[in-house]
């Protein structure tokens, strides 16, 4: 991103998001985005997703320009360069857990069922793959969701508070599978997040304050 610019209209009154902000996400790193509630980290996160278009600035996705892309061609290039997990996971209830990972696969018209299970077996839900998100611990629903981000094999994974929904033992188990199924695709991981649990696996922090990004120190979470 560079120098980008997000406002929004309150009424009569015109509130600035992000101002001049500037960001670098290299292949291979985890970084997280902290900052206080309606510091704009969502807003963030949403044009890093290609799901708003900023104001003004720049916002380039493995070297292409997307602010200004339209609609049609936004999501094709979500489809198949970004991957998202959600707080809430966001899984289908009428497709199975197999269904749920390979949606992405379907998608993008890509014909390789056994991405799935060996996603599946390294995110630890190999075996539920017959099953429904009812079915569902809310651990195993946020491994099912963080496979379904990463089987098309996308350049960016945009997560949103992963681990906000789940008690702080599962979130440790998760998180660590996340950082490992991360490190092995080598894709770039933005993490929005108030959790010092969830930016403990990142390798730079940054903490969002009126408008602006500046460095965070890292904190070791045991």
């Known amino acids: 991103m ?3 610019a997000r406002s929004y209209l309150s009424g009569n009154r015109r509130v600035r998001v992000l101002e001049d902000l500037d960001l670098d996400l290299p292949a291979g790193q985890r970084l997280a985005i902290m900052g206080r509630s309606g510091s704009g980290k969502t807003t963030l996160l949403h044009l890093a997703g ?3 278009t900023p104001d003004s600035g720049e916002i380039r996705i493995a070297g292409r320009a997307v602010q200004d892309l339209g609609e049609p061609f936004r999501t094709r290039l979500r489809a198949r360069e970004i991957g998202l997990v959600f707080q809430d996971f966001n899984l289908m209830d009428s497709l199975s857990v197999a269904d749920n990972i390979g949606l992405p696969l379907w998608l993008n018209g890509i014909r390789d069922s056994g991405r799935v299970g060996r996603l599946a077996e390294q995110l630890a839900v190999g075996d539920l793959l017959a099953r429904y998100p ?6 195993e629903k946020q491994r099912v969701a963080i496979a379904r981000a990463l089987v098309h094999r996308p350049r960016l994974v945009l997560a949103d508070e992963p681990t906000g929904a789940l008690d702080e033992e599962t979130a440790a188990d998760v998180l660590a599978l996340l ?4 490190d ?5 991981v933005l993490v929005v997040t108030h959790s010092e649990q969830a930016a ?3 390798n730079r922090r940054l903490l969002l304050a ?5 460095e965070a120190p890292a904190v070791a979470v045991k």
């Open 2 to 4: 560079r120098r980008v």
């Open 50 to 52: 290609v799901m708003d």
């Open 134 to 139: 009812w079915q569902l611990s809310g651990g």
């Open 179 to 182: 950082a490992q199924a991360t």
């Open 184 to 188: 092995e695709a080598g894709v770039a």
């Open 200 to 202: 403990g696996i990142c």
């Open 210 to 214: 009126t408008g602006r990004l500046q």
